[in-house]
């Protein structure tokens, strides 16, 4: 018996490979594609982010693939600068551990009119020694209590800073103290937006003084600890808060004293809020 014919297999051939070319395309080729335009969506949606964020980020104009090393390199620098200038703020804003542990416990007003009596008797006593003096104001000015403050052991800060504030002008050698006001206090937030972060406590201080003494105090009202001792301040400051100069104003004193000046300087310095007190304000 003679064998088939090749050319009798031809149409079973094609069909065979017209089933495998649809096979494939079912189960190979259509999720492929499916995956690519999947992809090319995420790709172009990426691009035009890219393309945005190029145009619109000040930190990213003119970003190509040729500069984007330097960029990232610029971009690290810039941040290691920011974590210096971070810890650099930080400590020129941290408060002592004593005062830290006054602040952590429960308010007692008796404790802080007690301590606030006590250092205005120093304060007059250190004045009198070295020659300065204290106009009524000026020791009026220190912090009192209110029923409307939100949080009354914020007081123990403005209290420290308000005492040192008047020591750096004794220490300066001014001729007298005219007057402090407590200015109303500012809450910078945390960085979740939802609790306070630090207070910043702003004072106003007036004070009568010849140039140099004047120069003096305003020069060491930033400086804290070892700067101040280089200053030549001595240790009766070790603990002040450094203050941030907001505005000044100084006019002559009086025609027949051409040396001595009027001074209103406006003064900040921060403090942390204290955490809750699970017992209540009062006691």
Known sequence: MASASPIRWLPSGVLLVTLALAAY???????????????DKEVTALWEKLVSTNRDVRACRGLTVENYAQRLTDLRTAITNLQSVQELARKQIEIDSALGDRMARSWQLIDFQNERMQQAGQLLRLG???GVAFD???IAGLPEHSVDLPEPRLLWPRLQMANHLLLAAIQSKVSSVSSLKQLPPISHRAMDQHSPAVEEIAMQVEIIASTQSASRFLRSLPL???????????????NKPAFFIER??????????????????RVSSF????????????Q
Not at 25 to 38: C, K, M, Q, W
Not at 271 to 282: H, K, Y
């Open 25 to 39: 395309h079912r189960f190979v080729y259509s999720p492929l594609a499916r995956d690519a335009r999947a992809h």
């Open 136 to 138: 009524p104001a000026a």
């Open 271 to 282: 403090a942390p809020w204290p955490p809750a007190d699970p017992i209540g304000p009062f």
């Open 248 to 265: 000044i104003l100084v006019r002559k004193h009086a025609p027949n004293q051409p040396d001595a000046v009027r001074l209103e300087a």
């Open 128 to 130: 009198k020694q070295q």
């Open 224 to 238: 804290r600890g070892e700067e101040l001792r280089e200053a030549g301040f001595g240790d009766a400051l070790t």
